[in-house]
């Protein structure tokens, strides 16, 4: 990129950068210079917002879990309306999985990133927590509008189904395999949910 052109949004800019290199490279190939290179911007304009690395990636892993928090938290108003696999399967994939995979991978790699995205956002409210606690109180819901079996472990159900999502981002080599995958599988838990449920 020429030098001085303005950049609208630099942060996401270079948050988009990262996870280019997150996913061509691997979180441990990860330097300011690699995302910079990466972003077409000079090696400086990351320091220039972020005091070190180590700050630039905990901002990011802060945004994107907010991104994923934010999907999740639709649930609570689709409780009684359309299938109860089709909603979570919704809000699973309401951020890409195209970004949420380069964070999961960069969060396995640095787990201190994950008590800088608590410390912002709070506790059980970012990420995949969010994504947990909102599955749980959703299908809590649905229980009690016997659109599931009144057998049902909201908790433990939330956790698998947040289970098989960290699983696919972490292993599936495209996108459209993990949507696939994730739309079967969830589909297979709740109808075993359903099954049992009252008509």
């Known amino acids: 990129m020429p030098r001085g052109v303005a950049i609208p949004e630099i942060r996401q800019h270079?948050?988009?950068?990262?996870e280019r290199v997150i996913v061509c490279d691997?979180?441990?190939?990860?330097?300011?210079r690699a995302v910079t290179a990466e972003a077409g911007v000079a090696a400086g304009l990351l320091y220039?917002?972020?005091?070190?690395?180590?700050?630039?990636?905990?901002?990011?892993?802060?945004?994107?879990a907010f991104l994923v928090s934010a999907g999740a938290s639709a649930l609570a108003d689709r409780a009684g309306e359309g299938s109860v696999a089709g909603n979570l399967c919704e809000a699973a994939l309401a951020t890409p999985l195209e970004t949420v995979r380069p964070?999961?991978?960069?969060?396995?790699?640095?787990?201190?990133?994950?008590?800088?995205?608590?410390a912002i956002l709070g506790e059980g409210t970012a990420g995949f927590d969010a994504f947990e606690g909102a599955v749980a109180a959703y299908l809590t819901e649905e229980r009690r509008l016997g659109r599931i079996a009144a057998t049902t472990d909201p908790a433990a159900l939330a956790l698998?189904?947040?289970?098989?999502?960290?699983?696919?981002?972490?292993s599936a080599d495209t996108a459209s395999a993990e949507t696939d995958r994730l739309r079967a599988t969830v589909t297979a838990l709740i109808d075993g949910s359903t099954a049992t449920a009252p008509r």
């Open 14 to 18: 270079l948050f988009s950068a990262v």
């Open 103 to 118: 964070w999961a991978r960069l969060l396995v790699a640095r787990p201190d990133l994950t008590g800088s995205v608590r």
């Open 160 to 170: 698998a189904l947040v289970g098989v999502l960290h699983h696919l981002v972490l």
């Open 48 to 64: 220039a917002h972020f005091t070190d690395l180590d700050d630039f990636l905990a901002s990011y892993a802060v945004d994107r």
């Open 26 to 32: 691997g979180p441990a190939r990860l330097s300011g």
